[in-house]
């Protein structure tokens, strides 16, 4: 910490903020789980909720030191994007998607996805999902608007569905296409609920529990609104 | 009760066995509601769940005696059906809904409507429905296990839910077919979830959620396993 | 897009915005499902919630061009109100129901729905149900202040019920009227549960539990404070 | 307890199998609450559920020691029936209720409550009620089969309702008939939601959260088929 | 309403603003159900979550105008009591209870109670209770912090809660203190839960459960954070 | 149908029976989605619960007829094995699992998975997978009794995880163990919460939000006790 | 296994209903986790719920072979209890408790707690729970029937709470004993929720919440029913 | 309060601010539960959500004036920490906790506890638990980020968690953390589950259903985010 400050990569202030803001991380604590991505991998993501923006770029400082690639942060409030592109001048961040991504320069795409949403307002999850995995080197087709109301729709993208070594959907409301779609190709198929929808939505229950209830057994599901996990999960069945 | 006992019609035992079981009945308030069919064009129903056969066949009598037809029974346990049988000979059973039914004979079919059902496992819940509409004098068009998993089986019924004035539509699991079906058609679509499935489905809740959050606005829901009420609501649709 | 920068209906900088706004989006895809209309008779809706104003007006436009009418926009934020204002001036505003609605000139009113609401606090959703059943060119009656504690007050507006071909009954707290209304008339009574209450409510729960579970069979159910789901059902019933 | 072995109240096999079942228990501990009834006016209930007959008994025994009146036995099971009648002569056994009820000889009616339920579903929670107050020495009219459905049924029943110190109002389903009854008159309303119903009634949750969101403010609620807490409020309230 | 404008009691704005707001209200439904106190003997209370405040004071006004006494507004939100202020001058706002009242001047006491609560965070809730039952005629005797970790403060307050008609007993987190309070006393025991706590509170689900399954059969609940709701029970309870 | 019982293949009571039993089927119904094997690769499944004897048999038929392999009957009861042994000998039953299997000869292995169960009470669940997984052709390791109490058992089964294409954790309770071993190893995780626990557990749904809210982004999960869809999403992943 | 049928310690027939009965199992994986009691102090708890009787016998032998002590079985089935009785002639089945215990010979009491329970109905649970502390070493003061309704009876026992190293807490219903027993005395209080109750008891539920949401910080809380758990923490916090 | 402010410790605005604000407290009442030291060992805590600045204030003078030591406040807000300071100098505000301490200077450290946090999103509660130990004299040990997903970062804890008394672990998503702790050493394991995470964690209670079904018997579980109640019962385990 010291060295940091004598080499002017922290203020003192800074430093002094740093000391007050985390009494109880031991310094070498703040060293993330790093082998994370040699057991896995997918190395560590940061998920942004409730940290400080010191925390975060202190986390991004570590993995980049270890090399680790590619370095998600997820969920990311304005300050800590604020704070993170000052201190890492190569993050990029998505806005509709809430995500700040550091890749690696070099990657191969190996293998390829779809990403399917049912309606404009589940953009920024689907978002997520194909941000992320295109983070991990794969192709993504996004395919958007194809909701369970208007089913030709659906049929029409068959042939890009059949396409995609894994396929993500992303529904709100009644959560009901990932059946549909599980119906029609032979792929994984990984169901994200989204929280979209009101009453008895009940901020994503009712699709959460339509896709775990699907008559396609075979059909996985992840968290509400969670693309992220969706992604990762699509990479590790496709980078195989 | 007297005269009813010195006509033979009771034998003292039944009558003892009468007072003794319904105390609290004084013997005018055992008259169902008898007007209801006069202000809303549809009798009392006798719901058979927590009542005894002694009970049931009282009501039954009572609705016979003010001339109300259909007379329907639901959720009729053996024992009430036993009872309803011996008193009431026009009585008819039908095992796989539960329901025991008493028409007037000279109905004439008034409408048509159609009862989808997702798989082999809502067939009472759909029976329940399509035969309390038959009972409100609906022609009935029975259509079956055309879950969303098999999407062109729901495509391949367009013409025959295009000739309906109504469509019922049961499901369990995901609940996901009414809104496929009524983004599909012009006219009514009645939801009514199931209680199939298992886990996730919390005895039909998942079902019953995304029903309400279905993506068509203009789809409207019973309550879970009610195929009885879909068919009263149908019946008010229709009749018109 | 190049023809429209071209032509100055979007200055550069606005489809920079865009673009940057809604990368996933093909070109193409922004087309809604416009084909639903012909379908079902009603067309697709726009849910304002988690849409940008851009792409609010990009659907509202893709619907105009294709000559569908009415088109709908619900739970309008006040920035999307604004940017649709601006760009479509025939869209109208109903600032209580949070509703923009376009509708065509030359509708014929084609039958007869009468709003029933319980309490003052319910108007905004029984509003949205009286608006959007106007847009599908139906009458409606609207009775207000007429909750189960005042019982007198429902008796006093059957004449005015039974004139109807559909009664709408938007209620909160216990959600008790729709059974009350629905034991007095013979028409189809679609019941709203709103989010109306606090404590045990549970934001609508009460209601809509009560509704499903209404002791008068026939009663139908939407999800809470779903006003535009009541109106079109209600429009599905009454065309026929 | 060998005094009572020696004076033959007890065999020993008796003594035996008592000691063997309650071997927690210090024998001064069985002695119930005795005190409550001079504290608070009401003795201490016995409540069946997950009690043996054995301890049933011995508390039952405690208590008519000690002069307590009434002696209630709730949710009494066969067994427990059986053993309390064999022990206790005096023991009045209401089946409906799946109530026992001991009662001193010389009570003087002190007031009059009016139990109403809505159906005949309700009737063994209605009769709980009205057994439990008769045995506080409260005069009982009981009123049933008023649902909301039939909202006329309940206005011919005003009068007897306005001769009432207090109201207890039974009821299932959507559990609405509260709210109406304390709209009509100015006595304390106690509502008593019931497991009646099936799907979205969740085992009587719609009916108390409806009773708990009621739209007049008065009602006061107590737990699901609790018809005896009903009446000892009720007790409570009209003895003063 | 011309008239009105006319005689200056209204601007034309305050007209216009007026018919822009309540468009579906005629304008003889904005009378409230001012016979409910003929027939109840309470009056019909204005609750001010969801109206504005124009609604809010036309709703006073009409009260006023049939000599409705007490009239009260909960839930006031702050607009709403500057809208009620500067109409009616003599009515009273009570902020920490969120509460406006408009008493008749004379009022004689008619009874007394007690209102207990737990702990200083439930004051808001207990106040709206005593204010409400004041505002009714009722003489109160508050009693604050004796929560069941302080098991003697609340045994040394039974002489003063003996000496009351009824006792509200307020309490948030495990909402004990009613089993309590009740089985020290004879008299009646409203249990109001409130939204104090956090986590497993459940915004005052865990009170309230508490409290419908209270070991003390007799004691009733009303809605969380219903002050009000106990005040009128207790005013029912207490006035025979 | 007459065809059948004329060549012997069903007695006229058989056909009689069949006719009561299903009066809703027209004899083309029957038919399952046979071409859902072409679409995705694997057939459709039957699914115990709410079939009768004759339904279940009726469809396996079909699907015998139609050459779809393999051929599962899952939570079947005890007159469904027996049925469908009686009528289709190369079905054989696994008690355990409640899980019938028809398989084809030739199957040769096309991949590998683990099958990783917490405690002994998991294993009807795991059996469930494991033996679906190996009906389509997967070699399958078992894993049992390495829940994260002894998490040193875990870890020593790091070898074995690692050589899986997928592996399947199933687990109850709080359901830990499927992040500590996404944690380990870099292929897809499958989760499947059990029914095993008490209170808390509330029948799966514990170990159900645990899993979904698991640290480790990347595990999907899916419906409690449904080891068939985990084995038929590990079938999707492993065989591309 | 070939060795143990050489021996005679089982029949063939035993050996092969075994091998038919955990197909999944190695040999090897049988072992428990003989290993918990060197870590942790407290060896593998047997867990009755969903296991076979040969799988219960099979655990208990291996623990017995590792000598580990005490070996308990919770939650036996009737077969369970036979079967083990049957091998192992040390085990004491206690019925009231549904536990069995093989404990050592030569154990020293090593601390003192108290087993409290507010009602005759949660006597299984307390027993559950005084049973594995006396298993473990401990004394144990039984203090039954103390509910809250009479609180004095609570208050007499404070003397005996005093002399204890940690108070295990039983309650049901509202689960109002754990606050009052913590705020009387200075050592660690464990509550444990039962599932006495009905309604809105939700099985324990409001129990659980209340304990959680317990008045008095430094109430800690275990499992619905899990008088186990609570006796285990009770001898971890004791012997220390 | 004349008295102060004759002498100038409260403005006569102050005190007249005072009076506005608490009508409800009688001068007495405000006195908290100074006995509680003396009873159980910890001092009545000051909850701050729900109170105003001045009531806070009143209260810890009243502790002060008792000189109970150390008084805690927590979930402290912005204008009540203002308030707490600029009165009581000596309190320390601790921001990421949202807790103020005020200590006794005299203070022997007594014990040792570990602090176990699973992600860094966890450590303001982690921090409320650790400071408020250290507020009862306990030495802590802080240990942060040793979520499941990297078990070995675990492991390579034991040697600081063998050395504890008892050991705090926080967690929120899944909370499986406390089960893998407890299976690794043998004092006492308190879990706190958090709010941390979205969706399926639905606010803690994931973590918190997942602890209360942990497979380690002996896990005790307090509230979510209470840091405070699990510090409070580690002093009463560790000080005995």
């Known amino acids: 910490?010291?060295?940091?400050?004598?080499?002017?990569?922290?203020?003192?202030?800074?430093?002094?903020?740093?000391?007050?803001?985390?009494?109880?991380?031991?310094?070498?604590?703040?060293?993330?789980?790093?082998?994370?991505?040699?057991?896995?991998?997918?190395?560590?993501?940061?998920?942004?909720?409730?940290?400080?923006?010191?925390?975060?770029?202190?986390?991004?400082?570590?993995?980049?030191?270890?090399?680790?690639?590619?370095?998600?942060?997820?969920?990311?409030?304005?300050?800590?994007?604020?704070?993170?592109?000052?201190?890492?001048?190569?993050?990029?961040?998505?806005?509709?998607?809430?995500?700040?991504?550091?890749?690696s320069s070099d990657q191969e795409p190996s293998g390829r996805i779809a990403v399917v949403s049912a309606g404009t307002s589940d953009l920024p999850v689907a978002e997520e999902a194909a941000l992320v995995a295109e983070a991990f080197g794969l192709r993504v087709d996004r395919i958007v608007d194809v909701g369970v109301a208007g089913i030709h729709r659906v049929l029409a993208q068959v042939p890009t569905l059949e396409r995609a070594d894994c396929v993500i959907v992303v529904a709100g409301m009644e959560g009901a296409l990932p059946s549909v779609v599980a119906g029609l190709i032979p792929c994984p198929v990984v169901a994200v609920p989204t929280s979209v929808g009101y009453g008895a939505s009940f901020g994503g229950l009712a699709a959460l529990l339509g896709m775990l209830s699907s008559c396609v057994p075979g059909v996985v599901t992840v968290n509400v609104d969670n693309g992220l996990g969706a992604a990762m999960a699509a990479h590790r069945i496709v980078r195989r």
Do not use: C, F
């Open 1 to 103: 910490m010291l060295a940091r400050v004598a080499s002017g990569e922290l203020t003192p202030d800074e430093a002094a903020a740093w000391l007050d803001e985390v009494p109880v991380l031991n310094r070498d604590d703040i060293e993330p789980d790093v082998e994370r991505e040699a057991r896995t991998g997918q190395p560590e993501v940061i998920y942004g909720l409730g940290k400080t923006p010191t925390q975060v770029v202190a986390v991004a400082r570590a993995l980049l030191r270890a090399d680790v690639r590619p370095i998600l942060l997820t969920r990311a409030t304005e300050e800590q994007v604020r704070a993170v592109r000052e201190e890492i001048p190569e993050a990029v961040h998505h806005e509709q998607a809430g995500l700040i991504v550091i890749r």
